[in-house]
């Protein structure tokens, strides 16, 4: 299944899309996404090869998700949230194990943010998230942005504590691709109870990063926006 599964994939490449996306993702030298290789397929069609074959096992998953290639990887982890919607909650705990064990190869923006709230963000909605402030302080990049964005899945069933406490320790973060996951996190807050977003925008934003509080108050009026841009809150 798994020859299947590249063969498809292969089939469905194309190197010029290919070339431009090895540009947005950042793939040259000292950039976030430096050495990933790219065959150029668009997301709708990896979510069709990937609800064909979800059937596939979690050995054959792991082939794919440390190939290479983006794609595979990708198409790896839509595969993954597939199954793990299916799963009962012992397997649901096997897929969260080895998404966790496996995070060095989940390894860009876009891996992170269509698979931590749907597995990780899902498994730990009524359970203990301590692994979420583990990882909040991990020197991986990618495992701090898994941490963030797993808790969309609370922000979506209106629980902010989390999203609120990991924004707060990542103020400090050095890296954008925290700053724009953080303030999108505290947006999504907003639009569910925009009191909670801005008692933590009054007494943070004044040390939070430029592009952090951009996301965050994105949907603001252009009055409240500048207000908090310009530091007269």
């Known amino acids: 299944m798994l020859k299947q599964i590249k063969n498809e994939l292969q ?109 990780i963000g899902d498994y730990l909605l009524e359970r203990d998230r301590s692994v979420l402030y583990r990882m909040a302080v991990s020197e991986n990049l990618w495992e701090r942005r898994i941490a963030v964005m797993a808790t969309f899945r609370f922000i979506k069933n209106n629980q902010f504590n989390d999203t609120i406490k990991l924004s707060k320790m990542l103020l400090g973060d050095e890296h954008d691709l925290i700053h724009k996951a953080v303030g999108w996190m505290l947006r999504e807050i907003g639009k569910r109870n925009l009191p909670v977003e801005e008692r933590f925008l009054k007494k ?9 509080l951009r996301y965050a108050i994105e949907k603001f009026d252009q009055e409240k926006r500048r207000t908090y841009l310009n530091n007269l809150v």
């Open 11 to 119: 089939e469905l490449a194309d190197p010029d899309r290919a070339k431009i996306l090895q540009r947005f993702f950042k793939t040259g030298t000292g950039q976030y996404g430096e050495g990933d290789l790219f065959l150029g397929i668009k997301v709708p069609e990896q979510r069709k090869v990937a609800k064909k074959y979800s059937g596939v096992t979690l050995k054959e998953l792991y082939n794919l998700l440390s190939s290479k290639y983006h794609e595979h990887r990708l198409t790896s982890l839509l595969i993954l949230v597939i199954k793990y919607t299916k799963s009962d909650d012992a397997d649901k705990k096997e897929i969260v194990d080895f998404y966790l064990k496996n995070t060095k190869h989940i390894n860009n923006w876009d891996l992170v943010d269509l698979s931590a709230d749907k597995i």
């Open 204 to 212: 943070h934003y004044k040390n939070m990063p430029r592009t952090m």
